[in-house]
């Protein structure tokens, strides 16, 4: 069965630090890998998907790595901003199976102004 | 395009009674997956929909049920409510299987 693990689960840094959330799965059998940001009581936000072949996926400030031999994805943002204040989770598509998506419990990250 | 919507919002309901909520997807989207979320177990997995079939369905109770029709629209059902039910219920469409899932809202369902 998938397990998906995200360290930390919280962090707090001042605002212009560049930032590296990890997430480490079990099963590298996977079909893709997503990254979301939750904000409080809403819905999530979809941020980068990388598919099983790729390496690596960027989108603005963020980009995204995958590493599936490893069971590990790295989201780095740069210059955070406390608008990037969320709680961000990955998640993994096995595509197939019973699960759906496998999620993790998420990092929550507080930018300081 | 309009994003994923989801109704109703709140709900507020009594142990052994049901409920059904409702998503409409993105338009043109034909997969549906629905989760429920709580801050003990996080998210998880319920079924996903393509094409009006269960394609797949996670580790919960019969009493979780929910279909798909021709638009492409879903619904989910719960019977005989529970107090461990109360829970953020989230519905994600994607293009097809396997695409970026584009979640809703959610329902927050509170059992009393």
Known sequence: KQEVTQIPAALSVPEGENLVLNCSFTDSAIYNLQWFRQDPGKGLTSLLLIQSSQREQTSGRLNASLDKSSGRSTLYIAASQPGDSATYLCAVYSGGGADGLTFGKGTHLIIQP | ?112
């Open chain 2, 1 to 112: 395009k309009a994003g994923v919507t989801q109704t109703p919002r709140y709900l507020i309901k009594t142990r052994g009674q049901q409920v059904t909520l409702s998503c409409s997807p993105i338009s043109g989207h034909r997969s549906v997956s629905w989760y429920q979320q709580t801050p003990g177990q996080g998210l998880q997995f319920l079924f996903e929909y393509f094409s009006e079939t269960q394609r797949n369905k996670g580790n919960f109770p019969g009493r979780f049920s929910g279909r798909q029709f021709s638009n492409s629209r879903s619904e989910m059902n719960v019977s005989t409510l529970e107090l461990g039910d109360s829970a953020l219920y989230l519905c994600a469409s994607s293009a097809t299987r396997g695409e970026t899932q584009y979640f809703g809202p959610g329902t927050r369902l509170l059992v009393l």
